[in-house]
C-alpha cells in the first residue's frame, strides 16, 4: 500500500505570497490531518478533514486554510505569507480519526520557506 | 499554554545502554497517549501507546509508562541501539472521540557506538 504523499516536497516563497500544498492519504483512510512543525514548537495542530468536512480546528490565523476532495485528497492553503511561516508542513491520514483505534500516518512534509 | 511538555530538547546515549525520554501533560482530560519516532527527511511513525486505564505497555525494546497522579509518562528503549538516534515525540489524546493528537516538542535521542 503506498504511504502519505505530499507535494512539492520543497518551497520558497516571499512574504506575502500564497501558497497551496497538497496531500494524498492512504487508499481507504477518510481522515486527513494537517500539523506545522518549528523548531521553537514542535508538532502543531492545524485542521482535520473527515468526509469533505472540516471536524476539527487548531488556533491558527484565518492566513491558514484547507479542503479535502471526495477522493479524501487534501489541500491547505495559506495566504499572505509570513516569515514565521517558514516550516515544516506535515500531513496525516487515518480511517476514521480517532486517535485510539486508528493509527496515523504521516507524509514526508513539505518544507516551506519565506523570504 | 503548552499541554504537553518534553523539557529534554535531547538525550545522549551509550549503545546497549537505556533510553528514558520523559513527558508531562497540563490537561487532565488527556486520557491516550502516544510517542512518535521522526527521522531526518521523513514523517513522524508511530511507535507505542498507552490508555490511561494502564500504567505500563510493552513492545519489544520499548515500555511506556504512565504516572496518572503526576501528570508524567516515560518511554524506555532497552537496549539501545544507534538506528534509534531519532527525534521522539510524546502526544496526548482523548480515548473516544475525535481529539486531534497534542504534541510535546520533541527529544533529539542519539545512541553512541
Known amino acids: 500500500k503506498a504511504g502519505v504523499t505530499q507535494t512539492p516536497r520543497y518551497l520558497i516563497k516571499t512574504r506575502g505570497q500564497q501558497v497551496t500544498l497538497s496531500c494524498s492519504p492512504i487508499s481507504g483512510h477518510r481522515s486527513v490531518s494537517w500539523y506545522q512543525q518549528t523548531p521553537g514548537q514542535g508538532l502543531q495542530f492545524l485542521f482535520e478533514?473527515?468526509?469533505?468536512?472540516?471536524?476539527n480546528k487548531g488556533n491558527f490565523p484565518g492566513r491558514f486554510s484547507g479542503r479535502q476532495f471526495s477522493n479524501s485528497r487534501s489541500e491547505m492553503n495559506v495566504s499572505t505569507l509570513e516569515l514565521g511561516d517558514s516550516a515544516l508542513y506535515l500531513c496525516a491520514s487515518s480511517l476514521e480519526g480517532s486517535a485510539s483505534t486508528d493509527t496515523q500516518y504521516f507524509g514526508p512534509g513539505t518544507r516551506l520557506t519565506v523570504l | 499554554d503548552q499541554q504537553v511538555k518534553q523539557n529534554s530538547p535531547s538525550l545522549s546515549v551509550q549503545e546497549g545502554r537505556i533510553s528514558i525520554l520523559n513527558c508531562d501533560y497540563t490537561n487532565s482530560m488527556f486520557d491516550y497517549f502516544l510517542w512518535y519516532k521522526k527521522y531526518p527527511a521523513e514523517g513522524p511513525t508511530f511507535l507505542i501507546s498507552i490508555s490511561s486505564i494502564k500504567d505500563k505497555n510493552e513492545d519489544g525494546r520499548f515500555t511506556v509508562f504512565l504516572n496518572k497522579s503526576a501528570k508524567h509518562l516515560s518511554l524506555h528503549i532497552v537496549p539501545s541501539q544507534p538506528g534509534d538516534s531519532a527525534v521522539y515525540f510524546c502526544?496526548?489524546?482523548?480515548?473516544?472521540?475525535?481529539?486531534?493528537?497534542?504534541f510535546g516538542k520533541g527529544t533529539r535521542l542519539s545512541v553512541i557506538a
Open positions: 502526544a496526548a489524546s482523548r480515548f473516544s472521540g475525535n481529539t486531534p493528537l497534542v
Open positions: 478533514y473527515f468526509s469533505e468536512t472540516q471536524r
